[in-house]
């Protein structure tokens, strides 16, 4: 099954251009365009469990089942339905990329589920349940899964350049971290929680407010991407390849099976981390939403992702991916085992969280860049490329570990006997302890109660404790997923290869910067036909001179190429004085050694290349002998 896309209009172009990635490239469509999806994902992930048990009381529906059990069903489903928009994905056929047409279909839906999650209508408990699994499913397995899926294939898909993809990989992370380092964990409790209280039509408001803003930048996310490892196979008569195959692949990597692995802790022990973090900012540190507790362990612990974004990626590029995340993981547990000295203080927490955030940096700034080169490697060993199926996957475990995670803290919460705040007057059969009465936006009055030791100890294990287990258990894993290594190598080989398929069918192989600029050149020349159509359209229309008209538009394109030629030459000046400048201090530096010293230098670089040669050569041999096998069977399928 192929899935043709017209979109062919120059409206649905995109405005990148370039074959390498530049600034405005990186900054709208991996910084700005995802903040409106990711901001308002990680504001339900943080806080929908929060409005369904605390504001719409749905915590002992089924007698407490419903909010355990739900979450781990729709994740099923959404698991079920990823499988199906990864094919859908590597067999999506347009002129703009197999991923940034799906991001397109993605953006409105998002907005309208987003908002429907909230309207839960007060009636009877099976309308609620229905009304609930329905939405939920709706936002979660169809449209956030089809962005989420999209959005997640830009970075591998973006370019081969390992530098170019780990800014980009970077970039994507900021945004996830800005999101919901800054608004969602510190704007989020400090001004809206406290002013939306308990109340279900300020949360409507509120939320409708973040799911509005979703449509406009998925769109700019959409405008500014560019799928170039697509187009690098546009002139060439690609064989289709049977989805077993790719699932055969998949599940015979040792690097993917690993960093699947890996993922699975990782979201689990992120999930009931995030969970926690509201109910251990209103129980046990401070009181219900005071707008203070939450804020403060949220900046002190957040600073160290702010700070990380200049320093992780030169530290991944000078000790290696695989190297830098291991030793972050390592802070990672050392930094939960602190908090869990004196969980009830709030300076040996923060110091703690602080520690914490160090160790995860590698883990939030370059995943997509090792993820990238896990699945280049997977293409060196089988010839082809098997992105929507691996990003299934990688959606999958994501989204089954949050589901799992969800259903394991509600399950847990309330079968240890969570009070939820209750609006009005206190029934007679809670007794529980006063903590705090709050006055919410729309004049009703709640009244929020002081949990018992099992909830406060089980919410502690929940912010605090699992992540301490989950991180040693990631630290081990990483060590063993190393695609880096060689992954250079590689790369030459699948330009090798592409260069005798080119040859194969008769065509001739250039750069694919190259091909690039020519398809960028067709697709100029074809919009600038199309708009010399409109405009005649339009001058006939409304009485204007068309050749006046034309000239204007003339002039506005060669000033706005003028300009680019500018800005190439300032930043090629810049980068050729960058150059220069590490050349002189390398030089420097050698220079300032004895002769002894560079002896000793040269040996050990020497002895250091010999093993990656040695290396390379038993990864070669055994990767061939895996290429040649699906290779046969890619025949045996086609004969079929």
């Known amino acids: 099954m192929e899935v043709k896309m017209t979109l062919g209009n120059r409206i649905f172009n995109s405005k990148v251009k370039s074959y390498n990635v530049k600034g405005k490239e990186a900054w709208l469509g991996y910084l700005v365009g995802p903040a409106g999806a990711l901001l308002l994902n990680a504001i339900l992930g943080s806080y929908l469990n929060q409005f369904y ?4 009381g749905l915590g002992y529906l089924w007698g407490g089942l419903f909010l355990g059990l739900f979450p781990i069903i729709s994740k099923i489903i959404d698991a079920v339905v990823d499988v199906g928009y990864g094919y859908l994905i590597d067999h999506t056929k347009s002129k703009q990329g197999k991923a940034r047409p799906w991001l397109l279909i993605s953006a409105p839906l998002m907005t309208l589920f987003g908002i429907l999650l909230f309207i839960i209508p007060q009636t009877n408990e099976i309308v609620q349940s229905i009304w609930v699994m329905l939405s939920y499913n709706l936002f979660y397995s169809f449209a956030y899964s089809i962005y989420s899926m999209a959005h997640n294939m830009m970075v591998p898909l973006s370019t081969r350049n390992v530098t170019q993809r780990g800014k980009l990989s970077v970039f994507t992370q900021i945004a996830t971290i800005c999101t919901s380092g800054i608004i969602v964990a510190l704007v989020f409790p400090f001004v809206v929680l406290p002013m939306i209280g308990v109340s279900s039509t300020a949360w409507i408001v509120a939320m409708s407010i973040f799911s509005c803003l979703v449509l406009p930048l998925t769109l700019i996310e959409y405008l ?17 390849i049977p989805y077993k195959l790719q699932l055969k692949a998949i599940f015979s ?49 957040g600073v160290p992702m702010g700070i990380g974004i200049f320093a ?22 050392l930094g939960g085992i602190i908090c869990m000295l004196n969980p009830y203080n709030m300076v040996v927490v923060l110091i703690g969280q602080f520690i914490k955030n160090i160790g ?40 089954s570990a949050v589901g799992i995670g969800t259903g394991f803290f509600n399950l847990m919460i309330t079968n240890l006997g969570y009070v939820e705040p209750v609006t009005g007057k206190v029934p007679s059969d809670i007794t529980n302890e006063i903590q705090k009465t709050i006055e919410n936006i729309d004049g009703t009055v709640s009244t929020v109660f002081i949990q018992n030791d099992n909830v406060n100890n089980f919410i502690i294990c929940a912010f605090l404790g699992i992540e301490i287990f989950t991180g040693i258990i990631c630290a081990i894993l990483i060590l063993f997923i190393n ?35 020519i398809l960028v050149e067709k697709q100029d020349k074809e919009a600038e036909e199309i708009y010399k159509k409109e405009l005649k359209e339009k001058c006939v229309a409304k009485g204007l001179d068309y050749e006046k008209e034309y000239a204007i538009h003339l002039h506005m394109l060669e000033k706005k190429a003028n300009k680019e030629k500018e800005k190439e030459r300032l930043q090629k000046e810049k980068n050729e004085a960058k150059a ?26 020497k002895l250091k290349e010999e093993k990656l040669g040695e290396y390379w050569l038993k990864e070669q041999a055994k990767g061939h002998e895996i290429y040649k096998d699906y290779q046969e069977a890619l025949k045996v399928s086609e004969a079929l």
């Open 253 to 301: 990597d040792k690097y993917i099976i690993l960093l699947m692995i890996y993922f699975v802790f990782y979201s689990f022990g992120s999930q009931t981390k995030n969970l926690g973090l509201v109910y251990y900012s209103n129980y046990i540190l401070g009181t219900y939403s005071d707008g203070i507790t939450q804020t403060m362990i949220s900046v002190i612990g």
């Open 580 to 605: 220069l400048k590490a050349k002189e201090k390398k030089e420097a530096k050698w220079s300032a050694l004895s002769d002894g010293e560079k002896d000793k230098y040269l040996a050990k670089v």
């Open 224 to 240: 500014y991407t560019k799928e170039r490892i697509t187009e690098e196979n546009e002139n060439i008569e690609e064989t289709k």
């Open 53 to 56: 048990l605390d504001v719409a």
């Open 360 to 399: 995860g940096l590698p883990c939030a700034y370059v995943f997509m860049a090792l993820f990238s080169d896990c699945l280049d490697s997977l293409e060196w060993k089988t010839g082809f490329r098997s992105d929507g199926s691996a990003m299934a996957l990688y959606n999958i475990i994501s989204t």
């Open 483 to 517: 695609p880096e290594k060689t992954i250079h190598f590689k790369q030459e080989e699948l330009v090798e290869r592409e260069k005798e398929t080119f040859k194969e069918q008769g065509k001739e192989w250039q750069p694919a910067e190259i091909r690039n600029a």
């Open 312 to 333: 992780v990626w030169p530290l991944a590029k000078k000790f290696g991916k695989r190297n830098t995340t291991f030793v972050g993981f390592l802070l990672y547990a």
